[in-house]
């Protein structure tokens, strides 16, 4: 069992967080959207917020505060709420400081940590690889050892900030299973290629990139020779993943709701037809019960259970219903909900990559 009533620290949270997203996200997401990219001066504020560095040590210039991926949770669906291409970008240092935090060697975390406590920095995870039998329990891209070190090979894609980041977190296939690896930017043998253009997620830079032979010395990789846990950081990321989507998901029935009660047919708001009003309440249901899935599994990760059955499942449904609810919202609006007028296209384009991303965001 776990509460589902937040603490007073989590309500804040939560406030603080959803009214930035609401007063400086959301405004600006569809004008991000037409020119695929994020006015450097939002992506400051939210640092300010304390996003990235809440959680990292006095000692390497944080504040400290306990982590919680509850808490996480909130605050990450409180930004996918104003927008998930600008929260995925704010958020993305965390897909490096946040592994080196839970299971980085001390000299790891000494000399990557601080890098994150000043301003934002770029930074960022590769993940998903482009195979049709992309699996996370076996990745294509391997590590193999060499002399003392680790050299790279493979192909990456769906990678944020890659152009701006100088710090890489890949993931890769080593002799004893799924490692990570630190790699700077500038290693021979590491190609930042083309931007891609995807669907949805247009404000979000993000890119292939390739590793041929890139030698990394043994020290590189995160817990060093020991490893760290891989799939607990995985299924951190899909907690993550989760929460933006209910964010978006929120905002897709809320805005679909308020249209419907102002829009008139034959003389009666829309809201009144029972095919609607019963529409907006299975909306609204799955949202709660994916929130409900995404909170029990970031429970028992705080817990330090193994939860990779349940956040498999919550990423399952969130992404399956996200791109329902985003949808249903297109529906409700009629012929209003095809066009860049309204926002629900947008949401829609957004939500249909959830079941393809990994690793774009952690908790």
Not at 37 to 44: E, L, Q, R, Y
Not at 207 to 230: H, M, S, T, Y
Not at 267 to 281: D, E, N, R, S, T
Request: charged share 25%; glycine share 8%; with cysteine.
């Amino acid at each position: 069992m776990f509460d589902l009533e937040p603490t007073d620290e989590q309500k804040l949270i939560r406030d603080t967080v959803g009214s930035f997203a609401k007063e400086r996200i959301a405004p600006i997401a569809r004008d991000c959207d037409e020119s695929g990219s994020i006015p450097k001066d939002v992506v400051d504020q939210a640092w300010e917020l304390g996003l990235i560095h809440s959680p990292i040590p006095e000692e390497q210039g944080g504040y400290g505060e306990e982590r919680s991926a509850v808490t996480g949770a909130i605050v990450a669906e409180e930004l996918g709420a104003g927008d998930v291409s600008i929260a995925m970008h704010v958020l993305a240092p965390r897909l490096v400081a946040y592994p080196v935090l839970d299971g980085g060697t001390p000299e790891q975390r000494k000399q990557v940590l601080p890098r994150f406590t000043k301003e934002f920095h770029a930074a960022t995870a590769a993940v998903v690889e482009p195979r049709f039998d992309f699996d996370t329990s076996r990745f294509a891209t391997t590590a193999r050892r060499a002399n003392g070190s680790y050299v790279l090979d493979g192909q990456k894609c769906f990678v944020p900030l890659a152009e701006e980041s100088d710090l890489f977190l890949v993931l890769a296939e080593s002799d004893d299973g799924p490692a990570a690896f630190l790699v700077e930017r500038g290693a021979a043998g590491l190609e930042v290629l083309e931007r891609e253009k995807n669907m949805g997620l247009k404000p979000l830079a993000t890119n292939e990139i390739a590793l041929r032979g890139v030698k990394v010395p043994a020290d590189a990789r995160v817990g060093g020779e020991a490893g760290f846990d891989v799939s607990r950081m995985l299924n951190l990321s899909r907690i993550g993943l989760c929460s933006l989507a209910i964010g978006m998901a929120r905002s897709a029935f809320e805005f679909a709701r308020e249209y419907a009660k102002e829009r008139k047919a034959f003389g009666v708001p829309i809201a009144q037809k029972q095919a609607i009003a019963f529409m907006l309440a299975d909306m609204a249901i799955e949202i709660d019960a994916a929130r409900l899935l995404t909170w029990e599994a970031a429970a028992k990760l705080d817990k330090g259970e193994d939860a990779t059955r349940e956040c498999f499942l919550a990423k399952r449904y969130c992404a399956a219903q996200v791109l329902k609810i985003t949808d249903n919202a297109v529906q409700v609006l009629g012929g209003h909900g095809y066009i860049r007028d309204f926002p629900v296209e947008l949401w829609f384009r957004n939500a249909r990559g959830f079941s393809s991303f990994e690793g774009m965001a952690i908790v």
